[in-house]
């Protein structure tokens, strides 16, 4: 697998669901804290950061070589770091920054050790999409930005800042004195065959359910059908949910159609939004059903507190080929009870 994470900051409520999504954040709250704008499309959302002591921090697994692509639109200049990378004992591999220039600066650790500096200045108060490519290693390793799918730019040498690890498993947004928003990110590590490389300008669009699907074997609350009961536009807990205590249970779902698509596909990421309700080991499955088969994803442990479950699918299982628009409106996507 490459393609990792996506998100379009559209099918959650900000600031409050955050935690659900993210593995950390901190909200200063107020008209100053982490706050919903309209996205760089309309219709859409997008994640604003006011004040420098405000993040969402995703953490993920150990990789050498990470690419993340984000939509941001900066209200204005000023030196300051907005994005990290860090190992798994918290301390920062990679920073990025934007200087009173408005240049993108990459730096070596916790901005201690300027590698590069972007030659074209970041657009301000408009959207632009930036992707970072980060390979650590004591030498050739390799920290580059892109603005717009063109290079701005590059450093080739030392990008390892720890003692002993080359590697990243955490991503940090940080607030900075001057606002700014994000939408529609991607992250890819560098394995795999597909999706390990730059993806370019990308959006993120929330597909949910509007129908039943082939199976209906959880017990609807709060509504008459099970699909009725995941429909809503932000999750509302304990009001409408489906629910089960019996292994291999399913649930899947007809979701509301992608709009055509001219570009790419690079995959589908699966958010199931779960917990369980007493003591004992509880985990899930997401199930994607095309053309008649079913393909399950990893088990993923439930807690007792609610939380986005994800699976990305990074290729149309049933053909072993990208998807296409056409394969995903036909789809059916939904969960199962493992164990």
């Not at 709009?259 to 199930?287: E, F, H, N, P």
Request: aromatic share 10%; proline share 2%.
């Amino acid at each position: 697998m490459a393609l990792r994470f996506m998100d379009g900051f559209d099918h959650y409520t900000i600031p409050a669901d955050l935690p659900r999504k993210y593995t950390a954040y901190n909200d200063s709250g107020s008209s100053i804290g982490l706050s919903a704008v309209t996205g760089r499309r309309a219709g859409s959302n997008a994640l604003t950061l006011r004040i420098s002591i405000d993040y969402i921090s995703l953490t993920l697994d150990d990789q050498g070589t990470w690419i993340m692509g984000f939509a941001i639109n900066f209200s204005g200049t000023e030196t300051a770091e907005f994005l990290k990378f860090f190992d798994n004992t918290n301390n920062a591999q990679a920073t990025v920054a934007l200087n009173s220039a408005g240049l993108l600066q990459l730096y070596r650790g916790s901005s201690s050790t300027l590698l590069a500096t972007a030659n074209t200045a970041i657009p301000i108060n408009t959207w632009a999409y930036v992707e970072v490519k980060l390979s650590i290693a004591a030498s050739g390793g390799v920290f580059e930005a892109r603005i717009n799918e063109q290079v701005v730019a590059t450093y080739t040498g030392n990008t390892k800042q720890s003692s002993t690890l080359a590697t990243a498993c955490r991503f940090q947004f940080i607030g900075r004195s001057t606002k700014y928003a994000i939408d529609d990110i991607y992250l890819c590590d560098g394995t795999g065959t597909i999706n390990n490389g730059y993806l370019g300008d990308c959006r993120v669009d929330a597909l949910k359910p509007v129908g039943s699907g082939t199976y209906a074997e959880f017990t609807p609350q709060g509504a008459a059908s099970n699909w009725d009961c995941v429909d809503e536009a932000t999750y509302d807990a304990d009001a409408t949910y489906n629910a089960t205590n019996v292994v291999g249970k399913r649930d899947s779902f007809d979701c509301s159609n992608l709009t055509s698509i001219t570009g790419a596909i690079y995959g589908v990421q699966l958010a199931t939004m779960a917990r369980k309700d007493d003591a004992g080991t509880r985990a899930l499955r997401s199930l994607t059903r095309v053309g008649g088969s079913d393909y399950e994803g990893a088990t993923q442990p439930v807690t007792t507190d609610y939380r986005y479950y994800t699976q990305v699918v990074e290729q149309n299982p049933n053909a072993a080929a990208a998807w296409t628009d056409t394969a995903i409106n036909a789809a059916e996507f939904g969960y199962k009870v493992q164990a």
